[in-house]
């Protein structure tokens, strides 16, 4: 679907009469293209402390391989192949950042967080488009104090507060690590990639939390799912397509399910992605026991599913049909809650599996006329937050992707003003693509994301409703 706003206030005459009139000018945002560098100019690092020193050593690509340390043990830092960035540690007249990484783990009180965030500041008004700052900070707990406590949180402020002060398609999002966790591990780095990448184009505002230290670094950063076997459900258009071409991207075998009525669109996208194609209704009481007898057959393993089949039946609440109602909430959840059960008794989803599923802004701030809905969605959040745990043994994950305004069919069939409306509603002020939900499934999926347990991460342009 074509949003025909952003693409004259970017193009030609029009877009000077938009500068004229001082009307919104929402960025055609840069997104992911294989063999683009990771971030394009300088990167500068502030905060001080040896978890800055440690970042910073790591994006310039002197952190290794190195010699022992002076007490005899290898360096842990040298073991962690360097990105080769232009790594700037002080702010200096001139100079355009590409990138700023604040590193602000050892601040304990808010005094702490002046000298780190004004020079952000500082080069705010130079930063070119696309630019990307990314915080790296502790979670606010009780067991630290009220002082460390009040900084912590403080941070999550700034954050989305310089969200939306940022323009020109640039993106502010963080790295929240848990107490104890180095910022060497696997997720916060694989986080920290993923923000700094035009992979997360439309995750705007975001904190992302790093319980852990599992997970793994992938042997090549372009295709961290090679050999993994992944299914997705709802596969035939849309969202769903979007997810199989990108998972496969990145080096997985995909399973694409869909029901019966959309055969021939499922055989175009598994025939795309040299992948499988399995005709499948998810709301099958046996679905589950069939998806992983379909995966093991044919491809010998499972690791990887994605709920993302889904469907509306809005309504007001006081119009609300049973009908309406149940079949929401057959297809939305339940199906997905079943499917889980039979995959973690079979015995079979036990390789560092990972489980994503949909769920919606909706379900975090709900939505006029979608009660139904709303429920669903919020359920998925329930459920990755209760399911995350069950994996943890056989090193795997289950999170949710919380995408915003998506343009898609489904989106498309909103009358046209609510579509307008509903579309600027975000910080980057424009609908997001099917592909850049496929990015943040495609990062939760992956060896690098294992650190993250139980999560919902938002790709909605920081929407301006809900956290």
């Not at 399911?387 to 009358?415: Q, Y």
Request: charged share 15%; proline share 6%.
């Amino acid at each position: 679907m074509t949003d025909t706003y952003l693409n004259l206030v970017n193009s030609g005459f029009t877009k000077k009469i938009a500068q004229q009139l001082g009307l919104p000018r929402p960025a055609i945002l840069r997104r992911f293209r294989p063999g683009q560098p990771l971030v394009d100019g300088p990167v500068l690092v502030l905060g001080s402390g040896a978890d800055a020193d440690t970042v910073a050593r790591i994006l310039s690509g002197t952190s290794g391989p190195g010699g022992p340390a002076a007490d005899g043990a290898i360096d842990p830092v040298s073991t962690i192949p360097g990105w080769d960035l232009d790594v700037r540690r002080d702010p200096a007249a001139g100079d355009r950042y590409a990138a700023v990484v604040l590193v602000l783990t050892e601040v304990a009180h808010p005094d702490d967080l002046a000298g780190a965030v004004l020079a952000l500041g500082s080069v705010l008004k130079t930063l070119p488009p696309h630019a990307r700052i990314v915080t790296v900070s502790r979670p606010a707990t009780a067991d630290e104090g009220p002082a460390t406590a009040a900084a912590r949180q403080g941070i999550d402020g700034i954050l989305r507060s310089v969200a939306k002060e940022l323009r020109a398609g640039a993106t502010a999002n963080g790295v929240v690590m848990a107490d104890g966790v180095p910022v060497t591990a696997p997720s916060a780095l694989g986080a920290l990639r993923f923000f700094l990448s035009t992979r997360s184009a439309f995750v705007d505002g975001q904190l992302l939390d790093i319980d852990t230290d599992g997970g793994a670094l992938p042997l090549d950063w372009d295709r961290p799912l090679e050999g993994r076997v992944a299914v997705v459900t709802g596969a035939a258009r849309g969202i769903g397509a979007a997810i199989a071409a990108t998972l496969a991207r990145d080096g997985a075998t995909v399973v694409a399910v869909d029901v019966p009525a959309a055969g021939e669109q499922l055989a175009a996208v598994a025939n795309r992605v040299h992948g499988t194609a399995l005709q499948l209704d998810v709301t099958t009481p046996d679905a589950g026991t069939r998806i992983l007898e379909h995966a093991m057959a044919r491809h010998g393993r499972l690791d990887i599913v994605v709920h993302n089949a889904g469907i509306l039946r809005d309504k007001l609440l006081a119009n609300m049909t049973p009908d309406r109602w149940g079949s929401i909430i057959a297809v939305n959840i339940a199906a997905q809650l079943r499917i889980n059960e039979q995959l973690l008794t079979s015995g079979d989803f036990t390789n560092e599996p990972r489980i994503v599923a949909l769920a919606s802004t909706s379900g975090i701030a709900g939505n006029r006329g979608q009660t139904n809905y709303a429920a669903s969605k919020g359920g998925v959040i329930g459920m990755v937050r209760a399911t995350a745990p069950l994996l943890t043994a056989f090193g795997g994950t289950a999170n949710a992707v919380a995408p915003g305004f998506i343009e898609t069919d489904m989106t498309a069939k909103i009358p046209p003003v609510m579509r307008q409306v509903a579309r600027r509603l975000n910080s980057l002020q424009q609908g997001g693509q099917p592909i850049d939900v496929a990015e943040a499934v495609a990062f939760l999926a992956s060896p690098q994301a294992g650190g993250v347990v139980g999560h919902v991460l938002r790709v909605c342009g920081q929407n301006l409703v809900g956290q």
